[in-house]
T-cell receptor
């Protein structure tokens, strides 16, 4: 069973619009959570990570994510999307008890309309 | 630092052939992992290592072997390639401390005909 779920396979937004990408996890304890971005033909780049503490984390390229324990969610947000944000986004979890082993969601493909 | 390097970038194999995908890192990371990426499936863990001489299986280990004789290198061997192993393969490394992010290599695109 998929331990990390990204419900949206594909999202389309207009440039300048706000963005929220959803991620849910199904572990009993709070895992370490990550968001990665992958541009076409490229490797993965880390956007941000959550280990503990403040539930709102800031990342690179103007992205932020909020951890909500009650909803087992770690959604990624950006107030104003740029055309260069078009890419595939992956949520991932390290369960802590399995150090160095990331479990990925299936990804959300983001299209940005000019 | 070169980070995580992978060779080759592209490879075409015939069914039944064997080959080794190379991965090296120069950051003195203890943990190294291999993932495969298939459309609509995200990345899935094949094998991982927590240090030289120590390896373990991930989610999809069948058809692959690994060994780790040095901290720097973590090769992935396909013993008898099958079309189902057509994929993009990523190597990653990280520190041993809990939650440290993994650094990914650029990937190897493998096609098995």
């Amino acid at each position: 069973a998929q331990s990390v779920t990204q419900p949206d396979i594909h999202i389309t937004v207009s440039e300048g619009a706000s963005l929220e990408l959803r991620c849910n996890y199904s572990y009993g304890a709070t895992p370490y959570l990550f968001w990665y971005v992958q541009s076409p033909g490229q490797g993965l780049q880390l956007l941000l990570k959550y280990f503990s503490g403040d539930t709102l984390v800031q990342g690179i390229k103007g992205f932020e994510a909020e951890f909500k324990r009650s909803q087992s969610s770690f959604n990624l947000r950006k107030p104003s999307v740029h055309w260069s944000d078009a890419a595939e986004y992956f949520c991932a979890a390290d369960r802590g008890s399995t150090l160095g082993r990331l479990y990925f969601g299936r990804g959300t493909q983001l299209t940005v309309w000019p | 630092n070169a980070g995580v390097t992978q060779t080759p970038k592209f490879q075409v194999l015939k069914t039944g052939q064997s080959m080794t995908l190379q991965c090296a890192q120069d950051m003195n990371h203890e943990y190294m992992s291999w993932y495969r990426q298939d459309p609509g499936m995200g990345l899935r863990l094949i094998h991982y290592s927590v240090g030289a001489g120590i390896t373990d299986q991930g989610e999809v280990p069948n058809g692959y072997n690994v060994s780790r004789s040095t901290t720097e290198d973590f090769p992935l061997r396909l013993l008898s390639a099958a079309p189902s192993q057509t994929s993009v393969y990523f190597c990653a490394s990280s520190y041993a401390t809990q939650g440290y992010e993994q650094y990914f290599g650029p990937g190897t695109r493998l096609t098995v005909t």
